[in-house]
């Protein structure tokens, strides 16, 4: 059993890079569906339920490292949202990705207040953490986890419906690719906006990826990051302290994100957000606060609280969405494109809204990414914010 921080904090780190080193070494087909992250939360979950680390001996090292890793994470990953980029989008484009976002959130909420005598006592919190994820990504959900207080199991528990219910409805948006004529047709879309959108963001994204990764740039933004991740969590502290009583009806961590991402969103318009390596970054700090928070997540915990019916909720969720997508379609004449990569670019996020995009037509994908990164932007606010309204159903 590991009793010692630095080791427990290191073994995490070894598995998430020999997880991830497999992938690109092997390829195997198995990863398309359990991507490593995805292996990372269970292996940890493992290790947590068979005590090959003490928690008790390691808790002072996983405290101290959590939630300043998960700050530089969030800012770093927002640097490369750039809302001029995303606004040139179009407004049609726009309307399909918020009509996704809060269709998504009414699937939440409808889904808690009928279903959550069945989900266990303070689910909304780990389902507002499911929300962020499905407005965002993984990085997202951890920190809606953070500001709304969710347990390491309702994190668990959501993460597992994050990859079941998600790679069910990545292929289902696959099948639909086959209906798009008929759709579009139905809907009477016009797809000549989005002809045009895609041929300008192409030039653009060529320059981008022109860009090389060096040490210059991750040192710079590694220690960017880790001082934002300080002053937030003192500012963070000091405004709570200082703020109205209604205000207080959220928790320090909340305000800490808020300050985070708005000091991320800001420098994303500045030259800091086109350095080089925020993405590679960002992803290996996710990685690290996914391992830390799955090592104190027990198998155990995780069937006491009825995951069945989480991921039954989760399906229940996706129905709402998927049919109200399809009348916002009716309504706003949305084609199938922009109303399916829409949807994927929120729950499936920059993993998986690229592809989507693709198998429609290979000059979309920036388009696809485009969107996705917009749900970064949102996804942490809305998940807070839906979490907050499943709470009123107790």
């Given amino acids: ?78 640097l490369r949202c750039d809302i001029r980029q995303i606004l040139k989008l179009g407004p049609k484009m726009l309307l399909g990705f918020f009509t996704a976002t809060i269709t998504i959130a009414i699937g939440f909420v409808a889904t808690y207040a009928i279903m959550h005598p069945l989900l266990g006592e303070g689910a909304w919190r780990g389902l507002g953490a499911l929300c962020g994820s499905w407005m965002g990504g993984s990085g997202n959900l951890v920190a809606v986890a953070d500001a709304l207080q969710a347990t390491e199991a309702q994190l668990a528990g959501a993460s597992i419906v994050d990859s079941i219910d998600y790679s069910i409805w990545v292929m289902f948006l696959l099948w639909a690719i086959t209906l ?95 350095i080089a390596g925020s993405t590679e970054l960002s992803n290996i700090m996710l990685y690290m606060v996914i391992a830390l928070i799955a090592s104190r997540a027990s198998f155990l915990e995780l069937f006491e609280a009825g995951m069945a019916w989480w991921i039954v909720a989760g399906f229940v969720i996706l129905l709402i969405h998927g049919v109200l997508m399809v009348l916002a379609a009716k309504l706003f004449k949305l084609d199938m494109f922009t109303s399916g990569v829409a949807s ?15 198998s429609y037509s290979g000059s979309l994908v920036s388009v696809g990414v485009l969107m996705a990164l917009m749900g970064y932007v949102v996804g942490t606010f809305g998940g807070i914010g839906v979490g907050y309204l499943m709470s009123i159903f107790g």
């Fill in 180 to 274: 798009a004529p008929k759709f579009n047709k139905w809907v009477k879309a016009n797809t000549k906006t989005l002809d045009e959108v895609s041929t300008r963001l192409d030039a653009e994204f060529a320059q981008a990826k022109a860009k090389k990764v060096d040490f210059p740039s991750l040192i710079f933004l590694l220690g960017l990051a880790l001082f934002v991740s300080a002053v937030c969590t003192n500012l963070g502290t000091a405004l709570r302290d200082a703020s109205p009583s209604w205000l207080k009806v959220f928790d320090v961590a909340t305000f800490r994100i808020v300050l985070v991402s708005i000091i991320g969103l800001v420098l994303a318009m500045t030259p800091i957000g086109k």
């Fill in 344 to 358: 994927l670019a929120n729950i499936g996020g920059t993993a998986s809204a690229p592809i989507l995009a693709g």
């Fill in 1 to 78: 059993m590991i009793t010692n921080g630095f080791t427990y904090f290191a073994t995490l780190v070894l598995i998430a890079g020999l997880l991830v080193g497999a992938q690109r070494l092997t390829k195997w087909k198995f990863f398309e569906y359990v991507p490593p992250v995805v292996l990372l939360y269970l292996i940890g979950m493992l290790g947590c339920t068979f005590k090959l680390w003490d928690t008790a001996a390691t808790k002072d090292a996983y405290n101290a490292l959590r939630n300043p890793i998960l700050y530089a994470m969030i800012f770093v990953m927002l």
